[in-house]
């Protein structure tokens, strides 16, 4: 099991460019999460998923889309990159059959957008 | 009010230490909680779920009390190794998937 798998792990964006955060995982895990974390803010979520094809709002989705066509895979795209989302970027997902509903991260995309 | 508030510390404690983390959530609905450990410019890890009952893992203990809307966590015999950002999580309510992380409180085990 690889787990879940991010890529880039680092990105620097010009202003206005547009980009893809990919996301997968190997679980077979149901929920899936993006969150950003940011010094002093913590880490705010910005889309979720609760399975394929179901995908809801978090507390900052502004300039983020998302799509969950399959279980495994949940990519973020910036759709015009501003200084404002510079930030570190984690996927995470979590099996709920299991009854345990702590989620498994990845290990983060730093993205910089200048 | 945020949704889930925690102490930022810094905690600075000697080896061997017993040290307490608190955490309080603003949502009565919420229904699962967890504690989370952050190494510097790594992911959060799962150190433990929170249960009403109370529940202990090692040297670690954690303690839910739903009526005050408080969470903790004590770390017995600290060991340099636990040196990191420990974050408070809820869900919130009706299984959504939705997590609320605290801001982290830091932890800093000295020899």
């Known amino acids: 099991n690889a787990g879940v798998t991010q890529t880039p792990k680092f990105q620097v964006l010009k202003t206005g460019q547009s980009m893809t955060l990919q996301c997968a995982q190997d679980?077979?895990?149901?929920?899936m999460s993006w969150y950003r974390q940011d010094p002093g803010m913590g880490l705010r979520l910005i889309h979720y998923?609760?399975?394929?094809?179901?995908?809801d709002q978090g507390e900052v989705p502004n300039g983020y889309n998302v799509s969950r066509s399959t279980t495994e895979d949940f990519p973020l795209r910036l759709l015009s990159a501003a200084p404002s989302q510079t930030s570190v970027y984690f996927c995470?997902?979590?099996?709920?059959?299991?009854?345990?509903?702590?989620?498994?991260f990845g290990s983060g995309t730093r993205l910089t957008v200048v | 009010r945020k949704e889930v508030e925690q102490d930022p510390g810094p905690f600075n404690v000697p080896e061997g230490a017993t040290v307490a983390f608190n955490c309080t959530y603003s949502?009565?609905?919420?229904?699962?909680f967890f504690w989370y450990r952050q190494d510097c410019r790594k992911e959060p890890k799962l150190l433990m779920s929170?249960?009403?009952s109370g529940n202990e893992d090692g040297r670690f203990t954690a303690q839910l009390n739903r009526a005050s809307q408080y969470i903790s966590l004590l770390i017995r015999d600290s060991k340099l190794s636990d040196s990191a950002t420990y974050l408070c999580?809820?869900?919130?309510?009706?299984?959504?998937?939705?997590?609320?992380f605290g801001q982290g409180t830091t932890l800093q085990v000295k020899p």
């Open positions: 999580v809820v869900e919130g309510s009706s299984n959504t998937g939705k997590l609320i």
């Open positions: 679980m077979n895990h149901e929920y």
């Open positions: 998923s609760v399975g394929a094809g179901i995908t």
């Open positions: 929170v249960y009403s």
């Open positions: 995470a997902s979590s099996d709920r059959s299991s009854g345990d509903y702590g989620y498994t």
């Open positions: 949502n009565s609905a919420s229904q699962s």
